[in-house]
Nanobody, 123 residues
């Protein structure tokens, strides 16, 4: 039904910034979207989410440093990451569900996932 492609990952030093993109194959106007991440040997963690009503939710570890946004015309969601820390290193995944509603970081809610983009932060 929809394909998601993440991009923008890479290697940065601590304190730096990075902007991730998630391009969808179709309209995201009526889709709830979110970013998750997972580091080797660690559990999946909700990073940020945005609902069709414009509401947003951030994980406690990134609140105040990361900003989620979307451009409906470009069918693309973004994650602006600032003041990056070593512990932010992980594979970052884009997720979506075709449902109108508020933001959620419940992984089981989402029905489509991208393949991920790697973020590595060095100290």
């Amino acid at each position: 039904q929809v394909q998601l492609v993440e991009s923008g990952g890479g290697s940065v030093q601590a304190g730096g910034s990075l902007r991730l993109s998630c391009a969808a194959s179709g309209s995201i106007y009526f889709r709830s979207m979110a970013w998750f991440r997972q580091a080797p040997g660690k559990e999946r963690e909700g990073v940020a989410a945005i609902g069709t009503d414009g509401s947003t939710i951030y994980g406690d570890s990134v609140k105040g440093r990361f900003t989620i946004s979307k451009d409906n015309a470009q069918s693309t969601m973004y994650l602006e990451m600032n003041s990056l820390k070593f512990e932010d290193s992980a594979m970052y995944y884009c997720a979506t569900r075709s449902l109108r509603g508020p933001a959620t970081l419940s992984a089981s809610f989402f029905t489509y996932w991208g393949q991920g983009t790697q973020v590595t932060v060095s100290s």
